[in-house]
């Protein structure tokens, strides 16, 4: 089942996509999907809806983030051994564990705002786990029960701001660094979130290609570590890292994304996403 949100910012209705690809309106079913949608219990109500009966949604709206108001979003870096080894960091024996502000949502097809200041702004496509059930210290063999789905997700970055410190959620969480959708992909949809392709271009150039299997920690290993950490609610969100080719590691020199520029990515069975970069509108202060 691909649940969705459509509409204007801050307008968005619930919609399911119907296997014939059409967008059906949900509002008439929930007022909108939420976190305490996301439930087992609530999505297997959803999921033996005829989408046929639902009213068929018109044209091409935009798509939100597929869940309103996401509590925490969590990220996990330098998951693929070969990023880690591009960005010349060591192999972590631990998932890092940052946080992106969750003010930089935004929707599959939204602008990328390039902040006041940026020079080193960059691109990850990366898996994303939507979290259905609270987990609380929940062991690995369990830890998928705890998903309600996956989506596509791109950690946008900006890489000045990023190493500046040692805390990276400065150069993480900027408006617009955070596209997830177009879609939530249900769990049971997902055969093994550990054998999905993921890719990204730039300008129409390759420059990303990898698979979930080549996590340096899976998804159940992901869940588990986290919910040592903090307890996971219903809507959270986490990404779980990204192949590479991102435009920090490029040789000779690294590439980074400018004003007008496009980044179109993807995942096997979760759609894909398309992104403008834009100039902010707002004046560096001196």
């Given at each position: 089942?691909?649940?969705?949100?459509?509409?204007?910012?801050?307008?968005?209705?619930?919609?399911?996509?119907?296997?014939?690809?059409?967008?059906?309106?949900?509002?008439?079913?929930?007022?909108?999907?939420?976190?305490?949608?996301?439930?087992?219990?609530?999505?297997?109500?959803?999921?033996?809806?005829?989408?046929?009966?639902?009213?068929?949604?018109?044209?091409?709206?935009?798509?939100?983030?597929?869940?309103?108001?996401?509590?925490?979003?969590?990220?996990?870096?330098l998951?693929?051994?070969?990023?880690?080894?591009?960005?010349?960091?060591?192999?972590?024996?631990?998932?890092?564990?940052?946080?992106?502000?969750?003010?930089?949502?935004?929707?599959?097809?939204?602008d990328?705002?390039?902040?006041?200041?940026?020079?080193?702004?960059?691109?990850?496509?990366?898996l994303?786990?939507?979290?259905?059930?609270?987990?609380?210290?929940?062991?690995?063999?369990?830890?998928?029960?705890?998903?309600?789905?996956?989506?596509?997700?791109?950690d946008?970055?900006?890489?000045?701001?990023?190493?500046?410190?040692s805390?990276?959620?400065?150069?993480?969480?900027?408006?617009?660094?955070?596209?997830?959708?177009?879609?939530?992909?249900?769990?049971?949809?997902?055969?093994?979130?550990?054998?999905?392709?993921?890719?990204?271009?730039?300008?129409?150039?390759?420059?990303?290609?990898g698979n979930?299997?080549?996590?340096?920690?899976?998804?159940?290993?992901?869940?588990?570590?986290?919910s040592?950490?903090?307890?996971?609610?219903p809507?959270?969100?986490?990404?779980?890292?990204?192949?590479?080719?991102?435009?920090?590691?490029?040789?000779p020199?690294?590439?980074?994304?400018?004003p007008?520029?496009?980044?179109?990515?993807?995942?096997?069975?979760?759609?894909s996403?398309?992104?403008?970069?834009?100039?902010?509108?707002?004046?560096?202060q001196?």
């Amino acid at each position: 089942m691909k649940l969705c949100r459509y509409g204007h910012i801050g307008k968005e209705q619930p919609g399911l996509i119907g296997p014939d690809g059409e967008l059906r309106d949900l509002s008439g079913v929930i007022t909108d999907l939420t976190a305490d949608q996301l439930g087992s219990d609530k999505l297997a109500a959803l999921a033996k809806i005829d989408p046929r009966s639902l009213p068929l949604v018109e044209g091409t709206p935009r798509l939100g983030a597929p869940v309103q108001r996401i509590g925490k979003f969590i990220a996990i870096g330098l998951n693929y051994r070969d990023h880690a080894e591009e960005a010349g960091l060591a192999i972590p024996t631990e998932p890092i564990i940052f946080m992106k502000a969750t003010s930089c949502i935004s929707g599959h097809n939204d602008d990328i705002i390039a902040p006041a200041g940026s020079t080193k702004l960059d691109w990850e496509v990366e898996l994303g786990i939507l979290i259905g059930t609270q987990a609380r210290h929940v062991p690995e063999a369990d830890a998928l029960d705890y998903v309600a789905g996956y989506c596509v997700a791109n950690d946008v970055s900006e890489r000045a701001f990023q190493f500046q410190s040692s805390q990276w959620d400065k150069g993480k969480g900027c408006d617009s660094f955070g596209p997830l959708g177009p879609w939530l992909v249900t769990k049971d949809e997902v055969i093994d979130p550990q054998n999905l392709d993921l890719w990204l271009d730039v300008n129409g150039k390759r420059m990303q290609t990898g698979n979930t299997s080549k996590m340096i920690f899976n998804v159940r290993q992901i869940i588990a570590y986290c919910s040592r950490f903090m307890t996971l609610m219903p809507g959270d969100v986490i990404i779980t890292g990204t192949p590479p080719g991102v435009g920090m590691g490029l040789k000779p020199e690294p590439v980074w994304l400018k004003p007008g520029d496009v980044v179109e990515l993807g995942i096997t069975g979760l759609g894909s996403q398309r992104q403008h970069v834009v100039a902010t509108a707002v004046a560096v202060q001196s």
